[in-house]
């Protein structure tokens, strides 16, 4: 038994590949940037559908009935497609580290952007939902 076994109690375990493990951190920040692009995407176009929304109600600018829900939807749905092409991409890049290293799927990345897909589908529902 080695000395450091013997000071800390217990078997002195192989550090992990740190190839391995910046590629994983470098494949959650890459998310991260999905996550912010997305949600930009999807104030934006909240912010353009409420704006066209007021300015066709007033009355000063002629709009088609549908335009501010069809520019809203559009960046909306957007902004959903791309994180979910991130989501793909980023479950793609796990899979190819876990035969390498040994990790939890679990990651704060993958969950909030999971919560923030669905939080896209729900803002893309509810502008058209609104205006049928």
């Known amino acids: 038994m080695s000395n450091q076994e013997r000071s800390t109690g217990s078997a ?3 550090p992990p590949d740190l190839g391995v493990v910046r590629t994983l951190m470098a494949a959650d920040r890459t998310l ?3 996550i912010r692009t997305s949600l930009s995407m999807f104030s934006f176009g909240y912010t353009i559908y409420k ?3 007021e300015v066709r109600e007033i009355g000063k600018v002629d709009l088609h009935s ?3 829900r069809n520019v ?3 960046l909306t749905f957007a902004g959903t497609a791309a994180l979910v092409m991130g989501i793909i991409e980023y479950l793609g890049n796990l899979h190819v580290l876990r035969r ?3 990790f939890s799927f679990a990651r ?3 969950i909030m952007s999971a919560v923030m ?3 896209g589908l729900c803002l893309t529902a509810g502008i058209l939902y609104r205006l049928l």
């Open 12 to 14: 002195v375990r192989n």
């Open 32 to 34: 991260m940037a999905w």
């Open 51 to 53: 704006i066209l929304n």
């Open 66 to 68: 549908a335009a501010p």
């Open 72 to 74: 809203g939807v559009l």
């Open 100 to 102: 390498s290293y040994r």
């Open 108 to 110: 704060p990345s993958l």
């Open 117 to 119: 897909a669905t939080a």
